[in-house]
């Protein structure tokens, strides 16, 4: 139960006030600009558009700004910007076979068609800091280039699929659930679960897929590639009625290959993963594909005996979004409440000690 | 799907639409800079911006499902008898409503050969070639394993 | 040359959007709609400010206007064409399908009822039909002509599902009056 307090507008615009000149930090420095950070800080933005369900690099990157680097309070802002647009349609499947590929990497076999592509990763990097790039450390070199491009790359779990090691996901026309238009309903299908993941808090997910690997289910999961790179964005606009492109959008995917033990009508095989986020985040595709199949442990029969099996657990509590808002409602007053509370213990303090008077 | 851009049998209209799309306000300006001005557009609808919802599919091939929207702008616009339209990824006001003006105008077979050299023929080329610079920079770091019967 | 939607489609939008609120909230009130737009006949104005304001790409919609009432439609909302028991709204400028095979909504769900718009000859603030339910201080009358026959009987059938149900909108010229599924007619 809440009551109803006016007052402490004044206190709110001097506090908001405060807050804009923390923002601004020492003014003796330049103010940066949501353009440089875009550019220079793209995963911390990438992380925004992902948690904030969101794809506009300029607007995530406002949203940090605004936020102080907040990356949770700057996906609720994106969140709430992006719930006063009106939604033109939908798009069709993001083809990723025909990604325009910056990075591919299998830890499954060493020579596939097209290579390992180690593209810009911090992998190798001896993560000692660069004390030069404090300040400005000046134009970087060129990367090189080769002679020729990438050439196809053919998915690892298309491989393995001809062989008829590895369960296919059968490709349906069906419309698929939007968590946007209609709440969770378990048990969830798959389609609502990678909705969910994909915006979900990489914390949690990261933390999530870790523990399916410490024992907490049942994997026994290998990178079967992870990909990264610009994907063509196709759309019909209702007024034209045929598809045209309407931009690229660069996309992670980590496909995690695991055992299946089988079972009376299906032979000992491998199940995928899968993982899909905005931007470069392999981090975050890897833990969505754990989190992924540890989820299809009751589609493939398997014991649920972890938290990232629970399809209720993972799906309620992945959203960094309704996690703060329930949270943080905490901070709003419970006066009322309290008052209640501390009266219901007064009262059994006295019985208890009456109680014990009695007794003694 | 049979209209797929991606598709070998896309039209000029798909595939000029889809160049126009990549390029930024900035870019069409300069570009339309080398040909006659376009005659003048009416705006039927927008520019105005709102959101795609993009889609993935489970394991990259199998059951489509709702990944996360993206905001667009789209623009619809008259020139003369011709409509033209644009939907494009981000909220470029200006981009949407000039790309829909240089759709309507490749209608107009008087001015289409103009444009397609003087701004989609360019642009499209130097699309490819940013793509092709990316292909040659991730092939710089594709890994050439050393194995033991390579260095034998 | 297509017609225009509304002259400012975020400001118009929203008075629309008001006036079916205002309409759906004291059930057989007369409301004006203004400005509305004009589109392609027999769409009426006020049937086509309702389809601007409510419908977009996530609401299958389903009219009988005829092919230009379709493209303008389909030009101004994005929504996509549905058969009448899949549709969300309908726009019925003739006899509307039978009542009983539109989408009523579910228990759970009965807001997702269909909302059946519906233009009739004229509205009148006096009038034979007598409306009782809540929006309503013990009662109100409403003059409605030309409603399709059997139109009532048709809609009385459907109360015993409430809460599922559906909500009608009468449209003439730039006016609505709205009879949500809680009024009753006496």
């Known amino acids: 139960m809440y009551v109803s307090v006016k007052g402490g507008e004044s206190a709110i615009a001097n506090a908001h006030a405060w807050l804009a000149e923390r923002r601004r930090g020492d003014a003796a420095l330049p103010e940066i600009t949501a353009d440089q950070i875009a550019e220079q800080l793209g995963l911390a933005v990438e992380r925004v558009m992902a948690e904030g369900a969101c794809i506009d690099r300029d607007l995530a990157a406002l949203a940090l700004k605004q936020a102080r680097g907040d990356s949770t309070e700057a996906a609720f802002l994106l969140r709430a910007y992006r719930n006063t647009l009106p939604r033109f349609g939908y798009a069709a499947p993001l083809d990723t076979a025909a990604m325009q590929v910056q990075r591919r990497i299998s830890a499954t076999y060493k020579d596939l068609p097209g290579g390992q592509v180690l593209g810009p990763s911090f992998d190798y990097t001896h993560r000692l800091l660069e004390l030069d790039l404090a300040g400005r450390k000046g134009e970087p070199d060129p990367a090189p280039q080769a002679d020729t491009g990438v050439t196809p790359m053919p998915r690892v779990t298309e491989m393995l699929a001809r062989e008829g090691l590895m369960a296919r996901d059968t490709a349906t026309d069906a419309e698929p659930p939007d968590l946007t238009r209609e709440g969770l309903r378990f048990p969830a299908i798959r389609a609502l679960a990678l909705q969910s993941m994909a915006r979900g808090d990489e914390g949690f997910l990261l933390a999530l897929g870790y523990s399916t690997q410490r024992g907490y289910g049942n994997a026994h999961p290998f990178v079967g590639e992870i990909r990264m790179g610009a994907v063509p964005v196709e759309f019909t606009p209702p007024e034209l009625g045929f598809a045209i492109d309407i931009g690229d959008v660069v996309v992670t995917e980590c496909q995690m290959v695991n055992q299946f033990a089988g079972n009376n009508e299906t032979p000992p095989q491998f199940t995928r993963g899968y993982g899909l986020v905005p931007g470069q985040n392999e981090r975050k595709a890897m833990a969505m594909s754990l989190v992924d199949r540890a989820l299809r442990a009751s589609e493939l029969g398997e014991e649920i005996t972890a938290p990232a099996q629970d399809a209720e657990f993972v799906l309620y509590h992945c959203d960094n979004v309704e996690s703060t808002g329930f949270v943080e409602h905490l901070k709003l007053p419970h006066y009322v409440d309290f008052q209640s509370e501390l009266e219901k213990l007064r009262g059994i303090r006295a019985r208890w000690a009456a109680d014990r008077g009695e007794k003694s | 799907?049979?209209?797929?851009?991606?598709?070998?049998?896309?039209?000029?209209?798909?595939?000029?639409?889809?160049?126009?799309?990549?390029?930024?306000?900035?870019?069409?300006?300069?570009?339309?800079?080398?040909?006659?001005?376009?005659?003048?557009?009416?705006?039927?609808?927008?520019?105005?911006?709102?959101?795609?919802?993009?889609?993935?599919?489970?394991?990259?091939?199998?059951?489509?499902?709702?990944?996360?929207?993206?905001?667009?702008?789209?623009?619809?616009?008259?020139?003369?008898?011709?409509?033209?339209?644009?939907?494009?990824?981000?909220?470029?006001?200006?981009?949407?409503?000039?790309?829909?003006?240089?759709?309507?105008?490749?209608?107009?077979?008087?001015?289409?050969?103009?444009?397609?050299?003087?701004?989609?023929?360019?642009?499209?080329?130097?699309?490819?070639?940013?793509?092709?610079?990316?292909?040659r920079k991730a092939e710089a770091t594709r890994v050439n394993f050393f194995t033991m019967a390579t260095m034998r | 040359m297509m017609q225009p939607g509304f002259a400012d489609p975020v400001l118009d939008a929203q008075s629309a959007f008001r006036a079916v609120l205002e309409a759906l909230s004291h059930p057989g009130r007369i409301i004006p709609i203004a400005p509305a737009p004009i589109p392609p006949a027999p769409l009426s104005p006020a049937m086509g400010a309702l389809a601007l304001a409510l419908c977009d790409a996530d609401t299958p919609v389903w009219q009988d206007g005829g092919a230009q009432a379709a493209d303008w439609l389909r030009f101004h909302t994005g929504a996509p064409f549905a058969e009448a028991p899949a549709a969300m709204f309908l726009f019925a400028t003739g006899r509307p399908p039978a009542l009983s095979t539109l989408n009523l909504g579910t228990d759970e769900v009965p807001q997702d009822g269909a909302t059946l718009v519906l233009n009739v000859a004229s509205l009148k603030a006096q009038g034979t039909l007598r409306l009782r339910g809540p929006g309503i201080k013990d009662e109100v009358s409403l003059g409605v002509e030309g409603l399709p026959e059997n139109f009532l009987a048709e809609r009385a059938a459907l109360r015993p599902h409430f809460p599922r149900g559906l909500d009608i909108v009468f449209c003439c010229g730039a006016q609505i009056a709205a009879l949500p599924r809680t009024t009753e007619v006496i």
Request: aromatic content about 2%.
């Open chain 2, 1 to 135: 799907m049979t209209n797929a851009p991606t598709s070998p049998d896309r039209t000029d209209r798909q595939i000029w639409m889809s160049v126009l799309a990549r390029a930024s306000a900035e870019a069409l300006r300069e570009h339309l800079a080398d040909v006659p001005p376009l005659p003048a557009h009416r705006r039927l609808k927008g520019p105005d911006t709102g959101l795609v919802m993009l889609r993935g599919r489970a394991g990259g091939d199998g059951t489509a499902f709702n990944l996360m929207e993206a905001t667009v702008t789209r623009c619809t616009v008259s020139m003369g008898e011709h409509m033209g339209h644009a939907t494009v990824m981000g909220r470029d006001l200006a981009q949407a409503e000039l790309a829909a003006a240089i759709d309507a105008a490749l209608q107009n077979p008087e001015l289409r050969d103009a444009l397609m050299a003087s701004v989609v023929e360019p642009l499209a080329a130097s699309q490819d070639s940013a793509r092709a610079e990316t292909a």
